[in-house]
């Protein structure tokens, strides 16, 4: 294969817990950071949890020099949180809000009021377009009763979808940050499956990190130790994923993380670790590279569909779960109000006794009866904003599930190319009609 080009691009990521009034030592980590970068030079810089605009323009400032280019989406009502530095042209962004983040009532969590979402920036890498993505998902609070999951698992198949359509033209997509998964739960397994996203840590030549990339570990200080529970030296959560395409092939020469600590600095950049990947994308012959594609190996790519079916199955098992959660909360916040408009009404029908009687007194103190009566009134709203809340809840697990019927449909009819495998897997392939949830986890 003729290489005609190669490009080194640097790829920075970083969750910059960035909570205003919250996250200590906020000011100081912003300077430190941006020092950091000045110092560095990355070619992109993808930051997650910016929640301050104010932060970003004064990163903006600092690195005005080193990257003339920039964008910060909003988003939420606290904003997206994602931000995005490049020494490339960015020559059109993009953001896509999930339809699905969490609970408004739960305030001590927050994931609702951030607006979680996917940005995207096309750049110019010399003769090369790349679409660049930076994501936050849903923070995966207990994860033995993880009430979230089915939103995580319908924001991972919105992120692969978003990726999958609109990079259909780039030369390169590079997507980065705070994914709150393992490399083993099944949302991570759903995106880097579906789009083809290579994890540069694995793929790096050489790592130079915290052990097994670990980018939440227990030796930072900022780092609440119950929280790693039962992981005790910490989980990987943070990526930088990368694909080529028929132009270029990419490659990851090394990978680095900080380790909790930073030289000259009485505190890390941040609650989680920072990634650098030195990619390097090497642009080939078209031609020649059809016809290596041609001879490639039958079996492998269908063992790669069957992997995806049974990937997706899995995810609308558990989006089918969510369904189930959020119908019998719906059915609690309705019989809620009834039991509120039952009484309300009740309270209204006393109220009337004494005008029905001509002036008969009222048979209950009337500061408790407009405390009883306010009661009944503030249940009745709630619980008409709760059946909005899940009404709207069940339409966008709704709408994921059937997506998600429909692509194990698309994926069975390109298993039916592969006759042989067919022949030999039939037991592992949904039979035409059947449900594939019914399947057993381990088909």
């Given at each position: 294969?003729?290489?005609?080009?190669?490009?080194?691009?640097?790829?920075?990521?970083?969750?910059?817990?960035?909570?205003?009034?919250?996250?200590?030592?906020?000011?100081?980590?912003?300077?430190?950071?941006?020092?950091?970068?000045?110092?560095?030079?990355?070619?992109?810089?993808?930051?997650?949890?910016?929640?301050?605009?104010?932060?970003?323009?004064?990163?903006?400032?600092?690195?005005?020099?080193?990257?003339?280019?920039?964008?910060?989406?909003?988003?939420?009502?606290?904003?997206?949180?994602?931000?995005?530095?490049?020494?490339?042209?960015?020559?059109?962004?993009?953001?896509?809000?999930?339809?699905?983040?969490?609970?408004?009532?739960?305030?001590?969590?927050?994931?609702?009021?951030?607006?979680?979402?996917?940005?995207?920036?096309?750049?110019?890498?010399?003769?090369?377009?790349?679409?660049?993505?930076?994501?936050?998902?849903?923070?995966?609070?207990?994860?033995?009763?993880?009430?979230?999951?089915?939103?995580?698992?319908?924001?991972?198949?919105?992120?692969?979808?978003?990726?999958?359509?609109?990079?259909?033209?780039?030369?390169?997509?590079?997507?980065?940050?705070?994914?709150?998964?393992?490399?083993?739960?099944?949302?991570?397994?759903?995106?880097?499956?579906?789009?083809?996203?290579?994890?540069?840590?694995?793929?790096?030549?050489?790592?130079?990190?915290?052990?097994?990339?670990?980018?939440?570990?227990?030796?930072?200080?900022?780092?609440?130790?119950?929280?790693?529970?039962?992981?005790?030296?910490?989980?990987?959560?943070?990526?930088?994923?990368?694909?080529?395409?028929?132009?270029?092939?990419?490659?990851?020469?090394?990978?680095?993380?900080t380790k909790g600590s930073i030289p000259d600095h009485p505190f890390p950049y941040s609650d989680h670790e920072a990634l650098t990947a030195h990619l390097r994308l090497e642009s080939h012959n078209l031609t020649e590279?059809?016809?290596?594609?041609?001879?490639?190996?039958?079996?492998?790519?269908?063992?790669?569909?069957?992997?995806?079916?049974?990937?997706?199955?899995?995810?609308?098992?558990?989006?089918?779960?969510?369904?189930?959660?959020?119908?019998?909360?719906?059915?609690?916040?309705?019989?809620?109000?009834?039991?509120?408009?039952?009484?309300?009404?009740?309270?209204?029908?006393?109220?009337?006794?004494?005008?029905?009687?001509?002036?008969?007194?009222?048979?209950?103190?009337?500061?408790?009866?407009?405390?009883?009566?306010?009661?009944?009134?503030?249940?009745?709203?709630?619980?008409?904003?709760?059946?909005?809340?899940?009404?709207?809840?069940?339409?966008?697990?709704?709408?994921?599930?059937?997506?998600?019927?429909?692509?194990?449909?698309?994926?069975?009819?390109?298993?039916?190319?592969?006759?042989?495998?067919?022949?030999?897997?039939?037991?592992?392939?949904?039979?035409?009609?059947?449900?594939?949830?019914?399947?057993?986890?381990?088909?």
């Open positions: 294969m003729a290489k005609t080009d190669s490009i080194n691009v640097r790829v920075f990521s970083l969750n910059c817990w960035g909570i205003c009034y919250l996250s200590k030592h906020r000011c100081q980590r912003y300077t430190m950071i941006g020092d950091m970068l000045c110092k560095e030079e990355h070619d992109i810089i993808l930051l997650q949890e910016v929640w301050s605009e104010k932060d970003y323009l004064f990163l903006k400032k600092k690195l005005a020099s080193s990257h003339l280019h920039s964008h910060y989406f909003k988003s939420g009502f606290f904003g997206s949180g994602l931000a995005i530095f490049s020494k490339h042209r960015i020559h059109d962004t993009f953001l896509y809000r999930y339809s699905l983040n969490g609970y408004p009532y739960m305030a001590h969590h927050g994931d609702w009021f951030g607006g979680k979402a996917v940005g995207m920036a096309i750049l110019s890498i010399g003769s090369l377009i790349a679409n660049v993505y930076v994501t936050h998902l849903h923070a995966e609070y207990c994860r033995e009763k993880d009430s979230y999951l089915p939103h995580r698992v319908v924001q991972a198949w919105e992120l692969q979808q978003f990726v999958r359509h609109t990079s259909v033209g780039a030369d390169v997509v590079i997507l980065g940050g705070d994914l709150n998964m393992h490399p083993q739960d099944l949302g991570s397994r759903l995106v880097r499956s579906y789009t083809g996203l290579q994890d540069a840590y694995l793929e790096a030549a050489k790592f130079d990190g915290c052990e097994n990339g670990m980018t939440l570990i227990a030796d930072n200080p900022f780092i609440n130790k119950t929280e790693l529970v039962p992981f005790e030296k910490g989980i990987r959560i943070d990526y930088i994923l990368f694909k080529g395409s028929s132009k270029v092939d990419i490659y990851c020469d090394s990978m680095s993380t590279t059809r016809r290596h594609g041609q001879s490639g190996d039958e079996d492998h790519a269908a063992g790669k569909v069957a992997e995806l079916v049974n990937i997706v199955t899995e995810a609308r098992t558990e989006v089918k779960v969510g369904l189930h959660c959020a119908e019998r909360m719906r059915y609690t916040a309705t019989r809620t109000g009834m039991m509120g408009l039952a009484l309300l009404l009740l309270e209204l029908a006393i109220a009337a006794v004494p005008w029905l009687a001509l002036g008969t007194e009222h048979p209950f103190p009337r500061t408790s009866f407009y405390l009883l009566a306010v009661l009944c009134f503030a249940i009745l709203v709630t619980t008409l904003l709760l059946y909005v809340f899940y009404t709207m809840e069940l339409k966008s697990l709704q709408g994921a599930e059937d997506q998600m019927r429909l692509a194990v449909g698309s994926l069975q009819e390109k298993l039916r190319a592969f006759p042989l495998f067919q022949a030999h897997n039939s037991e592992r392939i949904c039979p035409e009609g059947q449900d594939p949830s019914t399947l057993s986890p381990g088909e």
